[in-house]
């Protein structure tokens, strides 16, 4: 076996020759070659630019030994898409100048083709997949919908959720139509990403984890899964379905769909598997800022990570969250080696 | 049985006539009472008179059909009193000026009696004891090791905690001799709370869900349960133990020690409590967004949970984390009178 049927073989609860590892966030700012390129470039320039955004994707696949690549793009640009005007503002990151807090704000939402308005993630999938030349799969990926719903009604990034909660509880109408508007559109943009050579999907719910459980089934999970059967529509891509702060509602998300599911450090990835059950894969789960302490203690973390599920078919090793900015490239560089390493032999027999 | 009785009974899972409710930082900047006094004082002021601690702590007694008083105090008087620089800069929350980052700055912490440097706490509960009367009992408090030391470390409020976790992975030696210093501190100052007049002891740990299960396990748990023990000493005195993002961890938080264990509304009320076992009472665990919601929505919310409870011993009805802000105080009162109504009778039978 190698590299080419690693990652893939996992998603698919397959026997691997090692556990295959990718970081989230891989490409981006703990890289040189990355900020070499922001001194040029802004974010939206690089995401909206094939070329560029192919070769970001490309330079922690040259640095690492990495078994899978994503796609570099923001899940912000598909709100975008439905016209909210979105800019990444020095020190405040991303924010939305016309957010959606009505049914006014609903409707003048626009559902447009992927290969309209956001050809340009498209375009870079086309050159990945060229360029990687069946060398490791490509990830394609979205935002869940409520993540993308909390981002449209806060205008950006949120503690408490007030406003997002607040139409939810005040208007709940204008909420599930809003919520089955950004279903529609991160189905049909996750099936275009497949469609132009994207292998697996992954959703991020990154802020689901807000949540009570009882909100999630009533408010989010009903899109959640709407969004993820049109990504598949009638094939088999394996969708990884990830979310953060999810300890208490792990058999939720699994009900809302996915093949693969996506856990943070707030929980032993066992156990997380043993709520989840035998019958999907798992992807995670080392707390990211483990990756600035000593490389000992990385090795230390990942194989307890390693060990406990051991004997286990399908988990894909990753962090529990992104990269963080600050990362040495050296730990990263450690990490997907002894990944590589510490489960080559003897452990996947 | 009346509201003098009800709270205490609950704590040590007997008997109730209603279920008990207090809510996490019941004094505060939604009530206008609070605010007038506030455009008079600053909070440290507040807190450090006496006189006023007590009045602040009164406030929502007087407001409400509290079952419980909470003194009026911050964890953080705690950090100055063994020498740090404490300062609450407006927008910016609390910052400490000199923080915890060496072995050096560990060492120069020094421990002093409670009544000697955190007495006015202490005589704000002998006031409000009198004022009270017996009608309802009064919780003292203190912050847990883990989130006083991530406070202390990190200078202020935090997103990631990497200065926290960098000591504990960096310099272990020197996390453990400051966390030990801090079990000391806390036990002692519950202790000397407890000596003072109060009849329930909770410890905050709301950081807490910052970390993986493995960490919590070897650089906290040590630290909360020596805290613990020292609050109890050799009473009976009922321990609260809080954290929020515990869904993953609560076996471990029981086991650090509590008669109480606070959840948050991040996992199903019920679902904890299976998970902790019968052999402790449980607090929560409403999601304080929720009470910006119209108010059959929080009867709604609040009938889920103690639906969900009903026929075991022991619930204390709170939010999940502190009321917010701008919370109208007719959902509080709506809120507690809710909760006694919906369980006076045939409930707890």
């Known amino acids: 076996m190698n590299q080419s049927t690693r990652f893939l073989n996992a998603c698919n609860r397959q026997p691997v020759d090692a556990t295959p590892v990718w970081l989230m966030r891989q490409a981006g700012r703990y890289m040189a070659e990355y900020r070499a390129l922001r001194e040029r470039y802004s974010i939206l320039e690089l995401i909206k630019t094939p070329d560029l955004a192919a070769e970001v ?30 800019e990444f503002v020095k020190g405040d990151g991303p924010v939305i100048r016309n957010p959606v807090r009505s049914s006014a704000d609903v409707a003048a939402l626009t559902l447009r083709p992927p290969e309209e308005v956001l050809g340009f993630t498209l375009e870079a999938i086309r050159l990945v997949r060229r360029e990687l030349d069946g060398k490791i799969p490509l ?103 990830f979310g953060t702060g999810t300890a208490g509602m792990l058999p939720l998300i699994k009900e809302a769909g996915g093949d693969i599911i ?63 900015q600050h990362t ?8 997907v080696d002894f990944v590589h390493e510490y489960t080559a032999e003897g452990y996947h027999q």
Chains 1, 2 share one sequence.
Request: glycine letters at 8%; a negative charge; aromatic letters at 8%.
């Open 328 to 335: 040495p490239v050296e730990h990263v560089a450690a990490l």
């Open 139 to 241: 990830i394609g990926f979205s935002g869940a919908p409520f993540t993308l719903a909390s981002y449209a009604i806060e205008g950006g990034g949120s503690r408490h959720y007030t406003l997002a909660k607040g139409l939810m509880y005040h208007q709940p109408a204008v909420w599930h139509a809003f919520m089955s508007k950004l279903a529609e559109a991160v189905g049909l943009y996750l099936r275009a990403q497949a469609e132009a050579g994207a292998q697996v999907l992954q959703m991020f719910d990154s802020w689901v984890g807000s949540l009570s459980p009882a909100d999630y089934r009533e408010y989010v999970l009903p899109h959640s899964r709407r969004a993820i059967e049109l990504a598949k529509g009638n094939t088999d891509i394996p969708v990884i379905h």
């Open 57 to 86: 994707t490309l330079q922690p696949i040259r640095a690492f030994n990495l078994d899978a690549a994503i796609i570099f793009a923001d899940i912000l640009t598909l709100l975008e898409s439905l016209g909210l005007h979105l």
């Open 262 to 324: 996506g856990v943070d450090w707030r929980i032993d990835l066992a156990e997380a598997w043993d709520r989840l059950g035998s019958d999907v894969a798992v992807q995670g789960n080392l707390d990211p800022v483990v990756l600035y302490a000593p490389i000992p203690e990385i090795k230390k973390q990942a194989a307890r990570i390693l060990d406990s599920v051991k004997g286990r078919s399908g988990h894909i090793f990753n962090l529990g969250h992104g990269i963080l």
